[in-house]
């Protein structure tokens, strides 16, 4: 979480690209599957840890959560959170995880969406979260799924053919915990692999227990939105994982 | 289970001469896990499905279990179970698990090796082991990872370069759960695909809670004595998981 590329001008201009079309995965595939293992929000107190624009802390509000803290690393991204999705029930921090220090017992519920996978160390910030959780609090997270992050390679996973016919996904290094450096829209996107063991592991060991695990995929209205998008039916981009305290 | 694969002549013959070397990855890797999962077994009542030639069986037995009931689909197995491993508190049966009745709460701890991607209907199985199992009760299991059963292929996933060297392995087919005919040993080997989010919910959709999973990484030793098994660090053959009632 501490990486910002987020404030890199250029990054951030075409990533506010991508997330405007009607058409991405946030919207598509991300947001529905979070939305679908969140609980009644009614007079929850929240955090959201890499808010981003504020969409996501804005529906809580809208389902009647009590208050939203939403955290981000990035100024470019809460200064459109403010200015489109500020509200008085919303707390905006510039803020990184790892640096946010709360109560223990203060939050009903903690979600997370693709942004842990930027944190280097994970088994810290599950132990921030166990603490900062009420008794039977909820914790819900996407990941890049270890699937997708495994391989060391600036190049694409997908491998083609000739004609440019997608043959295989290419998997490789999933043992090997660490930093993975990727072009995403921008070169040397900094993220960290961990198997699915690890993360699910590090949960139970801070006394969180696994309620559901999600690899989701594509509904048919997502596919003929965007085409491209059933690839996701031959591997899972996003790990989506629901603790109880 | 009900597939019967080891009562095949030439798969017989092959796995027993594959099983009986020194340096496999049953002995390297599926059961060092396995062992490392189990707790205490001091005067546990055990049932192993998918017993094989029972060595398992016997394992617990000199760790101070207090009985196994021992299932296999294959007499070629179990005639060997019970000339190597006979015991008077090993109770060996010929008998798939989907077809085995035992009442409700009877075991302490119940394991199973390499045997649940043989089974079509996991959700009836798992049901019936969350019955068979006693309130607190372990249940741990190995099958081969999800990432190694996706792809719908009889050729092997791993892709060479014209050199012979290893480049990745190839996934594809995750959310397909299902059939795959496989060759291992013989032609026609059929496993069950299933993602690992199913596998996980499965569990806690009957009343089991996660307690760990387990990607097994061969060790130094393993890797000296069977070089070829570090492609384990590329991509994890086996999957564990360790849930209690």
Redesign the interface.
């Known amino acids: 979480m501490k990486q910002n590329i987020y404030d890199n001008p250029e990054f951030f201009h075409q990533y506010k690209a991508l997330l405007q079309r009607p058409s991405n995965y946030n919207r598509l595939l991300e947001q529905p599957t979070m939305k679908s293992l969140l609980p009644s929000l009614t007079n929850l107190e929240m955090l959201d840890i890499g808010c981003g624009m504020g969409d996501f802390a804005q529906y809580c509000i809208q389902h009647h959560a009590k208050h939203v803290t939403a955290l981000d690393v990035s100024s470019n991204m809460l200064s459109i959170a403010q200015s489109e999705n500020a509200h008085p029930q919303i707390d905006y921090q510039l803020q990184a995880i790892e640096d946010y220090e709360a109560s223990a017992n203060r939050f009903d519920c903690i979600t997370s969406s693709l942004s842990l996978h930027y944190v280097k160390n994970f088994e810290a910030v599950i132990r921030q979260i166990a603490q900062m959780l009420r008794p039977d609090g909820v914790f819900i997270f996407s990941v890049e799924h270890p699937?997708a992050t495994?391989?060391r390679t600036k190049e694409g996973n997908w491998?083609y053919d000739e004609q440019g016919k997608r043959?295989?996904?290419?998997?490789?290094?999933?043992?090997?915990e660490g930093i993975r450096q990727q072009t995403w829209l921008v070169d040397g996107v900094v993220k960290y692999h961990r198997?699915?063991?690890t993360i699910?592991?590090t949960l139970?060991d801070h006394g969180l227990?696994?309620?559901?695990?999600?690899?989701p995929?594509p509904s048919e209205e997502a596919i003929q939105r965007l085409p491209s998008i059933e690839k996701?039916?031959?591997?899972?981009s996003f790990l989506f994982v629901k603790a109880k305290k």
């Open positions: 699937i495994a391989r491998i043959l295989h996904y290419a998997m490789d290094n999933y043992q090997e198997t699915i063991a699910i592991n139970i227990s696994i309620d559901k695990m999600v690899e995929q996701e039916l031959r591997r899972p």
